[in-house]
């Protein structure tokens, strides 16, 4: 398992609670851009103990394999979390398959940097986890994530009709999906 990942830009690295505060930074800072598209969130998620227990929990399913995320830092400034990129409900066997979902930060978008993050997290889930789909899940009025996946080379499944609570409503979502291509 790859903890930390480098790219030209970029670390990927995957933390424990001790940057808690940092994250709760980082959701704290884009929260308009992120409740817009995301899944409602308890009312306590932005406090220090409501990231520092989900970040527990998160980190020992990592150690598990049953998840794996990446929070993304430039390479210029890596103090700052400017965004992540995860994988969840990894499986394997005959159903080998994982979620991803990713976020950057507002005032890093248009750079490419989520396309570079996702480019390194995708090659370690299907080298490394030997995951052979990987689903994606996204607001039909989110354009840059589409343009995203489909750069990343995602195919369109579909529509899951409301599929996911944003603001105490269920939306409708596009599916897309990504096969491995290593043997």
Not at 7 to 22: F, G
Not at 79 to 90: P, Q, T
Not at 98 to 127: P, R, W
């Amino acid at each position: 398992m790859s903890f930390t990942l480098t790219t030209n830009r970029l670390i990927l690295q995957v933390e424990d609670s001790s940057k808690a505060d940092k994250v709760l930074a980082f959701y704290t800072r884009n929260k308009t851009l992120f409740e817009h598209f995301e899944p409602t969130r308890p009312k306590n998620f932005y406090t220090l103990p409501y990231q520092t227990a989900s970040m527990n929990c998160e980190y020992s399913e990592i150690i598990k394999g049953k998840t794996l995320r990446y929070y993304i830092y430039l390479k210029s400034q890596p103090d700052a979390i400017i965004g992540s990129v995860n994988f969840s409900h990894i499986m394997h066997g005959p159903f080998s398959k994982t979620s991803i979902g990713y976020k950057l930060d507002a005032s890093c978008h248009g750079n490419g940097y989520a396309l570079e993050a996702c480019q390194a997290a995708i090659a370690v889930i299907f080298s490394n986890y030997k995951i052979h789909r990987i689903e994606a899940r996204v607001s039909p009025e989110n354009t840059p994530s589409i343009r995203l996946l489909e750069r990343l080379g995602f195919f369109y499944e579909g529509i899951e009709y409301q599929s996911v609570e944003v603001n105490g409503v269920f939306r409708d979502h596009c599916r897309y999906g990504l096969i491995s291509t290593i043997q």
